[in-house]
């Protein structure tokens, strides 16, 4: 099943923690200091770390739903 990932920019703190993660999900925007979506619909394969992602985000600014 795919993956549909949302970030919700205005709670996110730019804590990081969704990059060291799932870094290929998840970048810094260096001009705002918050979370970048690289991918918005990542391939079933990074559920775990898009998960581990969400869980470890201080602001839950991350949702992760079946695509
Ligand atoms: S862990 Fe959450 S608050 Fe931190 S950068 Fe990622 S989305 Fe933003």
Redesign the pocket.
């Known amino acids: 099943m795919s993956l549909k990932v949302t970030?919700d920019l205005d709670?996110?703190?730019?804590?990081?923690?969704?990059?060291m993660e799932a870094g290929s999900v998840?970048d810094?925007d260096e001009a705002t200091g918050?979370?970048l979506l690289l991918q918005p619909a990542p391939s079933p394969e990074l559920r775990i770390q898009v998960e581990n992602?969400a869980r470890?985000?201080?602001?839950?600014?991350?949702l992760v739903e079946n695509g």
């Open positions: 970030l709670a996110c703190q730019g804590y990081t923690c969704c990059m998840f810094l918050k979370a992602a470890s985000c201080p602001a839950r600014a991350i």
